[in-house]
């Protein structure tokens, strides 16, 4: 499953393993980054705070 984000400025990241990954043609275009889970147990703190600056960046 992929977690689709909406983070201004946000880019892929080119690390290798790293966790933001491009998201072309995901959420008619308003998706910019997204993360891959496997399970929930790649819910970490990361991804909770990407989750957290999404919802900041939405209100």
């Known amino acids: 499953m992929d977690l689709g984000l909406r983070l201004a400025g ?3 990241d080119a690390r290798p393993g790293g966790r ?3 998201a ?3 959420g ?3 998706i910019t980054v997204r993360v891959a889970l496997q399970s929930v147990e ?3 703190e990361e991804v909770q705070q990407l989750l957290q600056r999404a919802r900041a ?3």
């Open 42 to 44: 790649d819910i970490d």
């Open 20 to 22: 933001l990954l491009a």
């Open 24 to 26: 072309p043609g995901l």
């Open 57 to 59: 960046e939405s209100l």
């Open 10 to 12: 946000a880019q892929p």
């Open 28 to 30: 008619n275009d308003v």
